[in-house]
Structures are given as C-alpha cells and as structure tokens.
C-alpha cells in the first residue's frame, strides 16, 4: 500500500510557474511509475506527464514545453514544475503510482491560473 500526498497548487495569474511535489509513504518508491494527472471542473481526468523508474519522462501535448516532470527517489517525492501557466491550467492535479496492477492515487492539489 502507498499513500500518496500533494501539494504545491494554489492561485497564480497567467504565464507565472508553480511547482507541485507529490510525497509517496513507505518503501520501494523507486520501483513505481508516476504520473501526474488533472481534472477540470466538468471534465474528464486527463493525463498530464508520466515519469518511468528510470527517469524517463513523458508529456501530453498540452503539458510538452511548458511542465516539467521529475522525481526523487532517495525523497520518495516526484514534482511537477509548470512555467507560463494558462487559465485552462486550472484543475485539480493529481499524482498517481503505478507497479504492474496497482494503482495509488492522492487526494489531489487545486491550481488555480487567473487571466
């Protein structure tokens, strides 16, 4: 079982950065996947970058050039760094791991991005 904890959302005008941290409880971080997603209000989750153990990452076309996926595994915690944000940034982002059938989500981090 991992418990997963964001944080780092918050309220920024549009083209500033914010940074989300994602900490993952117990042992063997290194061996999850992680992925950050978001959810708009009346929309569906959607995928925003993924990360591999190996630090290999990816990006939805939405995210590619703007955020910046990364993690630390001696800290048990992967980031998601977003610069020039956007006001259809705004959702709740979530981090999720994953390791073969598994999935853990957070409970989420509101990002607010004001025109």
């Known amino acids: 079982q991992v418990q997963l904890v964001e944080s780092g959302g918050g309220l920024v005008q549009s083209g500033g950065s914010l940074r989300l941290s994602c900490v993952a409880s117990g042992n063997f971080f290194s061996i999850y996947k992680m992925y950050w997603y978001r959810q708009a209000s009346g929309k569906q989750r959607e995928l925003v970058a993924s990360?591999?153990?190996?630090?290999?990452?990816n990006y939805a076309d939405s995210a590619k050039a703007r955020f910046a996926i990364s993690r630390d595994n001696a800290e048990n915690t992967v980031y998601l760094q977003m610069n020039n944000l956007k006001p259809e940034d705004t959702a709740v982002y979530y981090c999720?791991?994953?390791?073969?059938?598994?999935?853990?989500w957070g409970q989420g981090t509101q990002v607010t991005v004001s025109s």
């Open positions: 999720k791991a994953h390791y073969y059938n598994y999935d853990y």
């Open positions: 990360i591999t153990t190996s630090g290999s990452a």
